[in-house]
T-cell receptor, first 115, second 117 residues
């Protein structure tokens, strides 16, 4: 069964460093998302991406964040200069964007630890 | 603004018994989707069940069923014959709006369910 994959599973970085989180959505899906979950808190929407551009972004998704679909399969989230408060679980999700298909399929997540 | 509220931070149930997790929501949309996701200790997000707002019939998936009360904006999850593997965090979520392609999920805070042997 097709699934969303994410790498790495765990990333440890120093404050101020750049990180790139990678996701491979399900191949025929057209709509992509990043969410994050700070430990013990609710899941928060970061950004949605469709047709090679950002569809919507939240207040969290400031200039330090960017997303890209560089090669038609990968979907990346870049944090330019990480802060301690960026420590969280980051989930990628994808959706086929078909009528009646509103389920978002989630990857296993990347745990980001900023020291 | 759309919101999802889960008022039970923690619950526990004995194996083989039934438990109900509560969720209320608020939206101005007339058509929307509601979901229950399960997050076990592995932290993978797994879809448990979904409900389309325009369908009056409550969704059912094996031991999982919902009680969808549209007028009351309530969407509770019932787990029958609870199993140890049901121990997880359960999140209620709403697809915000149906206009255009904006389909971001709005999440509740979650309910931590422990199934005891």
């Amino acid at each position: 069964e097709p699934e969303v994959t994410q790498t790495p599973s765990h990333q440890v970085t120093q404050m101020g460093q750049e990180v790139i989180l990678r996701c491979v959505p399900i191949s025929n899906h057209l709509y992509f998302y990043w969410y994050r979950q700070i430990l013990g808190q609710k899941v928060e929407f970061l950004v949605s991406f469709y047709n090679n551009e950002i569809s919507e972004k939240s207040e969290i998704f400031d200039d330090q964040f960017s997303v890209e679909r560089p090669d038609g399969s990968n979907f990346t989230l870049k944090i330019r200069s990480t802060k301690l408060e960026d420590s969280a679980m980051y989930f990628c999700a994808s959706n086929p964007l078909l009528a009646g298909e509103d389920e978002q399929f989630f990857g296993p997540g990347t745990r980001l630890t900023v020291l | 603004a759309q919101t999802v509220t889960q008022s039970q931070p923690e619950m526990s149930v004995q194996e083989a018994e039934t438990v109900t997790l509560s969720c209320t929501y608020d939206t101005s949309e007339s058509n929307y989707y509601l979901f229950w996701y399960k997050q076990p200790p592995s932290r993978q997000m797994i879809l448990v069940i979904r409900q389309e707002a325009y369908k009056q019939q409550n969704a059912t998936e094996n031991r999982f069923s919902v009680n969808f009360q549209k007028a009351a904006k309530s969407f509770s999850l019932k787990i029958s014959d609870s199993q140890l593997g049901d121990t997880a965090m359960y999140f209620c979520a709403l697809i915000d709006g149906y206009a255009g392609n904006n389909r971001k999920l709005i999440w509740g805070l979650g309910t931590s369910l422990a199934v005891n042997p």
